[in-house]
């Protein structure tokens, strides 16, 4: 059930005409009062013909009228409405259950306590079989206002007592992340304009679209500049930035005015603070040894970086501000699919879109983020925006995979987190990245089953699947993907790789048991990881051993020794973000 609280009016005349009226698609039927703080003497145009709306108007605007005549500054704010509607699937409620509903409603919001003989008139009218509109005029019979901050909070949680009351679908509880629905007004102007969207959520899908390319909020109001959408800048008198607001072309009120939204008015997490704090986060200090290794395209560069999202969200603590770090990760992943639908082949843009929209949700809860901590990830999908030309397949195919773990993951540190809305949206992304993920993959599995590998090479990489993961072996070896995952890794042993490591890496970075696929699932990560030939053990043992020799000999060594060389492992080395 959801009861949404429209913002305060001021003609109560005229809201009763629309509630009593035909509708706006005729859509209204037998309009008539279920409820009201005083059912007695109520007029209701809908069962008596003599009753007329001017007098129901008058009846309710009582308490507003003589205040108004005894105090100097009239009440202008005083038409309280709230549509409560059923979902689809509900059974039918009777009209004394929907007025039982409507007292529990106004009693949470303040307007009519229980036992409260003062209290604001209100009335509740039916002109549907699944849903009320209630009314009322917020001026107390003694003349005073009601408290009605916190209602929507008070109400959203009557709705969830009443529906376990009445045997009603169960909803999820709010957490105030979420953006605002488009009222009826937005979408029958959307609909009458021949816009897909309503005006809000266009500004939404151009301000997500746009923060991949910015590293400065400045930044962020030139790019939607230059798309042609209308930016309004708020300066100080150093001129500073301090809001902004955004305007759709097009979108005009009844004078002809353009319409403005402020940032945090179309989603919460688009308000300039919070712009601020992911786009102008200074970026940790980077080891030289990574810069060497970074991998050589923004796509495999993604790829890796996701592998720390993947150590933030499983390894996070509380108490130490892993859960902040772990926001931060997710906020930084919806960017990179962003950046990713975006410079993704046509054909894979509409999953990877459809998956983005349902990711925003995702993206924001009441965690507050460390946005440095995901710096690495935010640079990835900014390299994507900016510099990435046309991916291979195989490295798509491997990005897409690795974005589809960790939605996963993302998912459940929402539920684990009681972040049930947040975990759903995560699920619907998943939905889509997965469609993703198969297309990416397809032209990668139709040339490598171009290619087969001998039968006795596959009893060989068998047998390594079976000591890599043999928990998982049988479903590996069954999987129609097999064959390819199989030619994938003669080709990793031919350039200098040890398959039986391949797969107990592969196999570590994304756990197999809700894979789908297991089989395409390594084949993806194994061709990401073996991209480049084996490194000469040897040779990197040389090195290091020369770095160690010279940075003893470096001035001020003995005072500041460094930190000796790790033992070479028989794993292969990997770049690293």
Request: glycine share 6%; charged share 25%; with cysteine.
């Amino acid at each position: 059930m959801i009861a949404a609280i429209k913002p305060a009016g001021s003609n109560t005349r005229g809201l009763l005409a629309y509630l009593y009226g035909p509708g706006r698609h005729d859509e209204h039927l037998d309009p008539r009062l279920v409820g009201g703080f005083s059912m007695l003497g109520m007029p209701d145009p809908g069962r008596d013909e003599n009753a007329t709306l001017t007098q129901l108007a008058r009846h309710l605007d009582e308490p507003v009228q003589l205040r108004n005549s005894e105090f100097g500054k009239p009440v202008t704010d005083h038409v309280w409405h709230c549509p409560v509607r059923a979902a689809p699937e509900d059974r039918y409620l009777s009209d004394t259950e929907w007025a039982e509903i409507a007292q529990r409603i106004v009693h949470a919001a303040g307007i009519a306590p229980a036992g409260d003989d003062l209290a604001c008139r209100w009335i509740a009218v039916r002109h549907a079989d699944d849903h009320i509109h209630i009314l009322a005029t917020t001026v107390r019979e003694d003349g005073h206002r009601p408290k009605l901050h916190g209602s929507g909070i008070r109400v959203g949680n009557e709705c969830r007592e009443i529906e376990k009351d009445y045997g009603l679908r169960r909803l999820t509880k709010g957490d105030r992340t979420a953006t605002r629905r488009p009222t009826q007004a937005e979408m029958h102007k959307a609909e009458r304009l021949g816009w897909e969207q309503t005006s809000r959520e266009w500004l939404q899908d151009q301000i997500r679209t746009a923060i991949p390319h910015a590293t400065s909020a400045e930044a962020l109001l030139a790019y939607l500049e230059a798309d042609d959408v209308l930016v309004k800048p708020r300066r100080g008198p150093s001129g500073d930035l301090l809001g902004y607001a955004v305007g759709r072309p097009g979108d005009l009120n009844k004078d002809g005015e353009q319409i403005y939204h402020p940032g945090g008015k179309i989603a919460p997490d688009l308000s300039l603070p919070k712009l601020k704090a992911r786009l102008e986060t200074s970026a940790p200090e980077e080891h030289p040894t990574a810069r060497r290794n970074r991998p050589t395209t923004p796509w495999h560069q993604a790829t890796e970086a996701l592998d720390n999202l993947h150590t933030e969200i499983t390894g996070t603590n509380a108490d130490d501000g892993g859960d902040a770090r772990a926001q931060a990760h997710i906020t930084a992943l919806g960017e990179l699919i962003e950046a990713t639908a975006q410079m993704a082949p046509v054909d894979l843009r509409p999953h990877l879109q459809a998956a983005s929209r349902a990711f925003a949700r995702a993206q924001r809860s009441q965690v507050r983020a460390e946005d440095r901590a995901a710096h690495a990830l935010r640079t990835a999908a900014r390299d994507i925006a900016n510099t990435a030309t046309g991916p291979d397949g195989s490295a798509l195919a491997s990005l897409v995979a690795a974005v589809v773990w960790a939605a996963v993951l993302t998912g459940r540190w929402h539920e684990a987190n009681g972040h049930a809305h947040q975990a759903d949206a995560a699920r619907r992304a998943v939905q889509h990245l997965q469609s993703a993920a198969a297309d990416a993959l397809a032209p990668t599995l139709t040339e490598l089953e171009t290619r087969h590998t001998t039968e006795e090479t596959r009893r060989t990489l068998a047998s390594d699947v079976r000591a890599a993961v043999p928990e998982h072996a049988e479903r590996i070896l069954a999987d129609p993907g097999w064959p390819a995952l199989a030619t994938v890794l003669a080709d990793a042993e031919a350039g200098g790789h040890k398959p039986h490591h391949l797969l107990k890496e592969a196999a570590a970075r994304r756990e197999l048991g809700t894979a789908h696929s297991p089989a395409r699932v390594l084949l993806t990560r194994i061709q990401h990881t073996s991209r480049n030939p084996a490194p000469n053990r040897r040779a990197e043992a040389a090195r290091l051993r020369s770095t160690t020799a010279a940075a003893f000999s470096m001035p001020y060594a003995d005072t500041q020794p460094p930190t000796a060389p790790s033992a070479p492992t028989n794993r292969p080395s990997r770049p690293r973000p």
